[in-house]
């Protein structure tokens, strides 16, 4: 079930505007970056279900988290139907998102009380996922569906709108600005936020030392 409320988990999304997205098929791995993005202030993070047995990497996730970052909202990435969306919510999982809207997942997530955000690409698919309950709608691939742009121009016929973009997003100054100066709500940040070399050298305080820094520029545009 999942620790958190879905109302904590869009309030968290929204404060602190940036969400890791992250997948690794090696559990020690993925832990040590967890904790490197929880000690660098981000406390929503997503890990995505792109490899086998990647369910089972979540549990251990899970369950290591609840006592190593108590604070941290773990929630799954890339679920495209409701079989897998059950799965993960069994496990643990305190919000979806997914690359595409699918209304039945939107059936499971909200009898459970759990965070869904479709992927979107159109006004219409970000219309349908507000009709069918989406707080925060996702935008992807954000920067190929028109980049900041795109956003500034939802945002004004559904000024309401609350848009997390991922892909396309980059822990700098100029892309974080370009973003939210156009109006998400929040990013989700994947590959640039972990370089390969990175993880090959295990340089774990260099993953917290770019968290922090993102945080700082999304927390100095915003004032």
């Not at 409701?82 to 799965?87: D, G, M, R």
């Not at 050298?201 to 927390?219: A, H, N, P, Q, Y």
Request: aromatic share 10%; proline share 5%; net charge neutral.
């Amino acid at each position: 079930m999942a620790k958190f409320s879905r109302l904590k988990v869009y309030q968290t999304m929204e404060e602190t505007g940036i969400i890791p997205v992250f997948y690794h098929s090696d559990t020690d791995v993925a832990k040590q970056v967890v904790k490197a993005c929880y000690e660098g202030g981000i406390r929503a993070f997503e890990f995505t279900n792109r490899g086998d047995f990647a369910h089972e990497v979540f549990a251990d996730l899970v369950k290591w988290a609840n006592k190593e970052c108590p604070e941290l909202i773990l929630g799954i990435g890339s679920i495209v139907d409701p079989a897998t969306a059950s799965l993960y919510i069994q496990l643990g999982a305190n919000f979806i998102v997914g690359p595409l809207l699918n209304p039945e997942i939107f059936k499971i997530c909200n009898r459970r009380l759990v965070a869904y955000s479709p992927g979107c690409a159109t006004t219409s698919e970000i219309g349908l996922a507000q009709e069918l309950g989406a707080e925060i709608v996702k935008v992807f691939p954000g920067g190929n569906v028109g980049g900041p742009s795109f956003v500034k121009n939802i945002k004004g016929p559904m000024p309401w709108s609350k848009i997390m973009v991922t892909g396309g997003v980059e822990p700098t100054n100029q892309s974080l600005t370009d973003w939210f100066k156009a109006g998400v709500t929040c990013v989700g940040i994947g590959s640039n936020l972990f370089p390969n070399e990175v993880l090959k050298s295990g340089d774990w305080d260099k993953i917290s030392e770019l968290c922090k820094e993102s945080l700082s520029i999304v927390k100095q545009i915003r004032e």
